[in-house]
């Protein structure tokens, strides 16, 4: 296994769209476990291949307290979306940075998982949430151009600032 580098929003490799799996192989399930293993590590709660610069619809996301909960999600598909709800988010591509978000408050999606067997799945609360901003990476898109531009623009005056603290 493996730590792999996190692209760091505003990184025009995050706004590649994300192909879709054509076969699930040893090598996903290898990416799959170093992608697990950086999210643990970082720590997070979720991580969209993406966010490795590995451009394939991959996620994986675990919400729970005790990290023994893992959820892979292989080409995901929104099947429904209902209600809605305002919840902060960050992103491991964006470090330091909370917003408030409007996203669904339930879904319910079907992927395929490490072994290529589809299920589906329900979710509300953060799982909901995460389910959401996870599949928004794998269109190219990060949770602050959810934000006004006039946010955005202020969030990456931020992180540069952050970054040049940090050299
Ligand atoms: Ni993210």
Not at 57 to 65: C, G, L, T
């Amino acid at each position: 296994m493996a730590l792999l580098p996190i692209l760091q929003y505003p990184d025009p490799r995050l706004h590649k769209v994300a192909k879709s799996v054509v076969s699930v192989t040893e090598q996903t399930r290898k990416l799959i476990k170093d992608m697990a293993e950086t999210m643990y590590a970082a720590p997070g709660v979720g991580l969209a291949a993406t966010q490795v610069d590995v451009h394939e619809r991959i996620v994986v996301i675990d919400v729970s307290e005790e990290h023994n909960d893992l959820k892979v999600l292989i080409n995901p598909v929104l099947l429904n979306a209902e209600g809605e709800e305002e919840s902060e988010e960050g992103c491991l591509s964006v470090p330091g940075i909370y917003e408030k978000v409007t996203r669904a408050e339930k879904v319910i999606v079907k992927a395929l998982d490490e072994n290529g067997k589809e299920f589906k799945l329900e979710a509300d609360g953060l799982l909901a949430v995460c389910i959401q901003h996870e599949m928004d990476h794998l269109q190219g898109r990060v949770f602050v151009e959810h934000l006004s531009h006039l946010k955005q623009t202020r969030i990456r005056a931020k992180l540069k600032k952050q970054r040049r603290e940090t050299l």
